[in-house]
């Protein structure tokens, strides 16, 4: 048994960065970018009002005042997406829209709300406006160049593309980018109780859940779930799913059960006549037993058969390894230091308790969650949205201590 850090450390080992692949940026949410991106534009492009207002020049409203006000004559009235040869001249202005190019002359705007537009409540074209106060030179012009400039490195290889950088590449014109490539992700259940969802179950026999909890977290992860259903617990079915997943070009095998002390050997005897075994079982509850190796160079994740052990080792470990194929730096779960509201047994293990996390006035606080919490009970996790970490060596934990809580709900880390 080795203990969850060292089997992390193991697992992130032998699984490596994927190669990029060129995608829409829209198919980019939420991956890796594998190139540096500099800009070929100014972005804006060009001087333009931040404000509904008038373009003006600065000069001509020294000394403007409430009772002299500044009289400027308006040549023009400009939009958005709209240019003019009007050029402004001392003692005119321009009525501009906010995103509207600066008109030729002018060096600053001056909102509607500080003119006559407002003192008269008409907000409309005048052939005058007046302002009441001095204004600062280049106020409320937003200048070419000032957001990003032309051949600037805007957006680092390795960035997470979240949505402001997949806004910041539509602006620089860029539809498609380089992106690290999605694992595909081979899932595959073992045991010979198991039916697929659609099927009738028979007698001795459960429906197995275990595929489509590992495919969702794969898709919420960010990886393409490979299906390859249900082998029976005989080494030739394994052997020839995994055959069928190989065939596929998947980059990492799940499987589920069958690495538990009964009837581990079908997937170690497959892991010893096709690759290696790297280690088995991790001091961890749920989910100690867990199997990690490789078949013909690539990794291999077994998972245990009961539902919500299959999903904690998940997050430990899988999460990790996949973040890390997504070209991700850091894949620590969200976590949050959390006072516990009652006493906790815990064992030797590193404990993963399924909890409820909630924000109070004093911080965030746990509670375990109620009811039955076998590892065999899937909707323990359907009443948590955390795992609180009991570490090694804590076997008594009291109402008031503070703990680690990773949260389940805060998507993406
Ligand atoms: P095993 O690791 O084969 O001893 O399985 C442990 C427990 O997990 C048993 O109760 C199995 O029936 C259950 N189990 C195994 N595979 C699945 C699955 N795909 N979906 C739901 N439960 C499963
Ligand atoms: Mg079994």
Same mark, same amino acid.
């Given at each position: 048994?080795?203990?969850?850090?060292?089997?992390?450390?193991?697992?992130?080992?032998?699984?490596?960065?994927?190669?990029?692949?060129?995608?829409?940026?829209?198919?980019?949410?939420?991956?890796?970018?594998?190139?540096?991106?500099?800009?070929?534009?100014?972005?804006?492009?060009?001087?333009?009002?931040?404000?509904?207002?008038?373009?003006?020049?600065?000069?001509?409203?020294?000394?403007?005042?409430?009772?002299?006000?500044?009289?400027?004559?308006? *040549? &023009?009235? =400009? @939009?958005? %997406?709209?240019?003019?040869?009007? /050029?402004? +001249?001392?003692?005119?202005?321009?009525? #501009?829209?906010?995103?509207?190019?600066?008109?030729?002359?002018?060096?600053?705007?001056?909102?509607?709300?500080?003119?006559?537009?407002?003192?008269?409540?008409?907000?409309?074209?005048?052939?005058?406006?007046?302002?009441?106060?001095?204004?600062?030179?280049?106020?409320?012009?937003?200048?070419?160049?000032?957001?990003?400039?032309?051949?600037?490195?805007?957006?680092?290889?390795?960035?997470?593309?979240?949505?402001?950088?997949?806004?910041?590449?539509?602006?620089?014109?860029?539809?498609?980018?380089?992106?690290?490539?999605?694992?595909? *992700? &081979?899932? =595959? @259940?073992? %045991?010979?109780?198991?039916?697929? /969802?659609? +099927?009738?179950?028979?007698?001795?026999? #459960?429906?197995?859940?275990?595929?489509?909890?590992?495919?969702?977290?794969?898709?919420?992860?960010?990886?393409?779930?490979?299906?390859?259903?249900?082998?029976?617990?005989?080494?030739?079915?394994?052997?020839?799913?995994?055959?069928?997943?190989?065939?596929?070009?998947?980059?990492?095998?799940?499987?589920?059960?069958?690495?538990?002390?009964?009837?581990?050997?079908?997937?170690?005897?497959?892991?010893?006549?096709?690759?290696?075994?790297?280690?088995?079982?991790?001091?961890?509850?749920?989910?100690?037993?867990?199997?990690?190796?490789?078949?013909?160079?690539?990794?291999?994740?077994?998972?245990?058969?009961?539902?919500?052990?299959?999903?904690?080792?998940?997050?430990?470990?899988?999460?990790?390894?996949?973040?890390?194929?997504?070209?991700?730096?850091?894949?620590?779960?969200?976590?949050?230091?959390?006072?516990?509201?009652?006493?906790?047994?815990?064992?030797?293990?590193?404990?993963?308790?399924?909890?409820?996390?909630?924000?109070?006035?004093?911080?965030?606080?746990?509670?375990?969650?109620?009811?039955?919490?076998?590892?065999?009970?899937?909707?323990?996790?359907?009443?948590?949205?955390?795992?609180?970490?009991?570490?090694?060596?804590?076997?008594?934990?009291?109402?008031?201590?503070?703990?680690?809580?990773?949260?389940?709900?805060?998507?993406?880390?």
């Amino acid at each position: 048994m080795i203990p969850v850090d060292e089997a992390l450390r193991l697992i992130l080992d032998h699984v490596q960065p994927l190669e990029p692949e060129r995608v829409h940026i829209l198919e980019g949410l939420g991956r890796v970018l594998a190139e540096d991106i500099y800009s070929d534009v100014d972005i804006p492009p060009f001087d333009n009002s931040a404000m509904d207002g008038y373009a003006i020049q600065a000069a001509d409203t020294q000394g403007a005042t409430t009772e002299d006000p500044a009289r400027l004559r308006v *040549v &023009a009235n =400009l @939009a958005a %997406g709209h240019t003019t040869d009007v /050029v402004v +001249e001392p003692g005119t202005a321009i009525r #501009i829209m906010t995103g509207a190019p600066l008109a030729a002359g002018a060096d600053t705007v001056v909102r509607f709300e500080e003119t006559s537009e407002y003192r008269t409540g008409k907000w409309e074209l005048g052939e005058q406006v007046e302002l009441y106060n001095e204004v600062r030179l280049g106020a409320n012009v937003r200048p070419r160049g000032e957001d990003i400039r032309r051949g600037e490195l805007v957006l680092n290889k390795g960035t997470l593309l979240r949505a402001q950088e997949i806004g910041v590449l539509a602006s620089l014109g860029r539809p498609q980018c380089l992106v690290t490539k999605r694992p595909r *992700v &081979a899932i =595959l @259940a073992t %045991g010979d109780e198991l039916v697929g /969802v659609e +099927e009738e179950v028979g007698p001795g026999q #459960i429906r197995s859940s275990n595929e489509y909890s590992n495919a969702a977290l794969v898709q919420k992860y960010g990886g393409i779930p490979v299906r390859l259903g249900i082998a029976r617990d005989e080494v030739q079915e394994l052997r020839s799913k995994i055959e069928e997943g190989l065939a596929a070009g998947v980059d990492l095998f799940l499987t589920s059960a069958g690495v538990s002390v009964g009837d581990y050997d079908i997937v170690k005897d497959v892991l010893g006549a096709e690759g290696k075994m790297h280690f088995w079982q991790v001091k961890m509850k749920p989910g100690k037993p867990l199997a990690f190796g490789e078949i013909r160079g690539v990794p291999l994740i077994g998972l245990p058969g009961n539902p919500v052990s299959a999903m904690v080792s998940f997050e430990q470990f899988v999460r990790p390894a996949m973040l890390k194929m997504l070209g991700r730096s850091s894949w620590e779960m969200p976590t949050v230091k959390v006072i516990v509201d009652h006493d906790i047994d815990s064992g030797k293990r590193r404990d993963f308790l399924r909890a409820v996390v909630e924000h109070r006035d004093d911080g965030y606080h746990a509670q375990v969650v109620r009811g039955p919490r076998g590892s065999g009970v899937l909707t323990s996790m359907v009443r948590a949205n955390a795992l609180l970490v009991v570490p090694e060596g804590v076997d008594r934990v009291k109402a008031g201590d503070r703990l680690e809580a990773q949260m389940l709900d805060w998507h993406w880390g």
